[in-house]
T-cell receptor
Framework: GNSVTQMEGPVTLSEEAFLTINCTYT??????LFWYVQYPGEGLQLLLK?????DKGSNKGFEATYRKETTSFHLEKGSVQVSDSAVYFC????????????FGQGTELSVKP | ETGVTQTPRHLVMGMTNKKSLKCEQH?????MYWYKQSAKKPLELMFV???????ENNSVPSRFSPECPNSSHLFLHLHTLQPEDSALYLC??????????????FGNGTRLTVT
């Protein structure tokens, strides 16, 4: 079946540190991959996406590359800020199951000044 | 207003009450979704509507009853809920269910507490 596995949190970093949040997936066919972010008290916001192998999604300094050979979509940022503190969700949308977005369990990031 | 709007933001209800959650999207999308977010658990897809027709019911108990009168509005009617139904209920929309690369846009959710 289709599934998403994220590294467990919480992740605590100092400001300006390098961030990696690991995400691996299991899927048939060619899914689209997404990272969503949820700030406290809010819904999920799309952070970035990639729709085919080797695509790189990027937004607000965050990047993730669709790696089909390792079935991974790791989220990275070179220098985190306190305002990046949030919960990050990796998700996939199967190519043959219209509409269904399958989420990982989320990784909480806390950035300290 | 733009985006996806959910009301109310917070709801406290007893197990014998009947209440409804409302979602409205101003994005011109044709697909709408209900998700449940419980603490320490992945988001759970509940229902999917595409062009007002329900295309997925993810084995949701009948005490949750969705309604989609048009592509811009989605309701979740609640009755005789249990305390374990307390969660954040998120509404989302997308262009349609057929476009795999089309992202979902989420509302801020309704925080439901069942007492």
């Amino acid at each position: 079946g289709n599934s998403v596995t994220q590294m467990e949190g919480p992740v605590t970093l100092s400001e300006e540190a390098f961030l990696t949040i690991n995400c691996t997936y299991t899927a048939t066919g060619y899914p689209s991959l997404f990272w969503y972010v949820q700030y406290p008290g809010e819904g999920l916001q799309l952070l970035l996406k990639a729709t085919k192998a080797d695509d790189k999604g990027s937004n607000k300094g965050f990047e993730a590359t669709y790696r089909k050979e390792t079935t991974s979509f790791h989220l990275e940022k070179g220098s985190v800020q306190v305002s990046d503190s949030a919960v990050y969700f990796c998700a996939l949308r199967p190519s043959n199951q219209g509409g269904k977005l399958i989420f990982g369990q989320g990784t909480e990031l806390s950035v300290k000044p | 207003e733009t985006g996806v709007t959910q009301t109310p933001r917070h709801l406290v209800m007893g197990m014998t009450n009947k209440k409804s959650l409302k979602c409205e999207q101003h994005l011109g999308h044709n697909a709408m979704y209900w998700y449940k977010q419980s603490a320490k658990k992945p988001l759970e897809l509940m229902f999917v509507y595409n062009f007002k027709e329900q295309t997925e019911n993810n084995s949701v108990p009948s005490r949750f009853s969705p309604e989609c009168p048009n592509s811009s509005h989605l309701f979740l009617h609640l009755h005789t809920l249990q305390p374990e139904d307390s969660a954040l209920y998120l509404c989302a929309s997308s262009q349609d269910v057929q476009r795999g690369g089309s992202p979902l846009h989420f509302g801020n959710g309704t925080r439901l507490t069942v007492t």
